[in-house]
Each structure stands twice: as C-alpha cells, then as structure tokens.
C-alpha cells in the first residue's frame, strides 16, 4: 500500500467494533418488541464512483468521494418517500432514527434531505462522538440504544454503500 493522503484520512476516522443480530421468527420478535417490518435499497443516481472498496494484498482500501453528503442531500429523499408511502407511512410518523454516521457531514446531509431536525439523529452524534465510525456494527450499536431508551416506534435504520446504496430497513 502506497500513501496516499486521501486513503488515510478515510481509513483513520474508522473505528474497531463488533455486533450482532439474533433474529428470530414473528413470534419471537414479538417478545422484544421490535420487528423488521420491511427493507429497501436503492442506488443513488450518479453516484457509482462515490464510494469504493477494493480488497487488496493489505486489506481494504476504501475510496470516498467528497460528493457523498451532496448525493444524499439531493437523492435520498426522492427515494425514501415513496418507499416509507408504499410502508403506509410518511415522514412524520417515524419515531426514531438509526442513521448509519460515516461522519458528521453524512448525518447533516440526511437531516437536510429528509427535513430532519437536529435531535432525530442525537443517538447517531453520540455513538459517532464515543465510538467513531466502526463501518457496519454502527448501526447496531445506535439501534441497541435506542431500545434501551425505549425509543418511539416505527424506527427507521438508514446506511450508505459502495456504490453510492442507500439501505433502509423499517422497525415497528
């Protein structure tokens, strides 16, 4: 691996963390109270070299463009709303939010796109301020908060891919 000042300022703001998910069928989801209810993807518009992961002979190499917040403010919304609408929901029915934080301009960016106020992506800072960005167990540890809070429900999970993805999973 060569340096390469942009691939280490991406790599350093990652952090090291583990997570898990034990699911179970309806039933058992039924005794903890939340339950995945639906899922969804999609590939942002224009966005194929935003995010790069390449696996080489010294791991991962990640690439990341700087256009990334600008994608998400523009694009995110005009796909999550008709995808929360096709849940029978709308913006202002969701309880909670665990937004994936891969730094602190994607969290504005979601805020901004989805009209969000500051305080619906608080368990998002705090996780990112305490833990850094841990690439996908993340967003299970801003979930595990929120449970233990008894965050309102339905909880929406939000995170970005390569590509540019947008990966939404809906907890009611």
Known sequence: MQWDPKKFVGNSIFADGAGAVVG?????????????AASGSCLLPDSAD?????????????????????LIRQHLRPWFEPWLGRQGLAL?????????????????????????????????????????????????????????????????MLGFGPGLMAEAALFV
Do not use: K
């Open 50 to 70: 935003a995010m790069r992961w390449t696996i080489g002979d010294h791991g991962f190499e990640m690439e990341l463009s700087p256009r990334v917040p600008d």
């Open 92 to 156: 202002a029915d969701i309880g909670c939010w665990a937004v994936h934080p891969g730094g602190p301009r994607i969290l504005t960016a979601v805020e901004e796109s989805l009209g969000l106020g500051p305080e619906a992506l608080g368990v998002s800072r705090e996780v990112l301020a305490e833990y850094g960005n841990m690439s996908s167990p993340t967003v299970l540890f801003i979930l595990e908060r929120l449970r233990e809070r008894q965050a309102p429900r339905p909880c929406v």
């Open 24 to 36: 179970g069928a309806a039933p058992a989801a039924a005794e903890i109270g939340w339950r995945v």
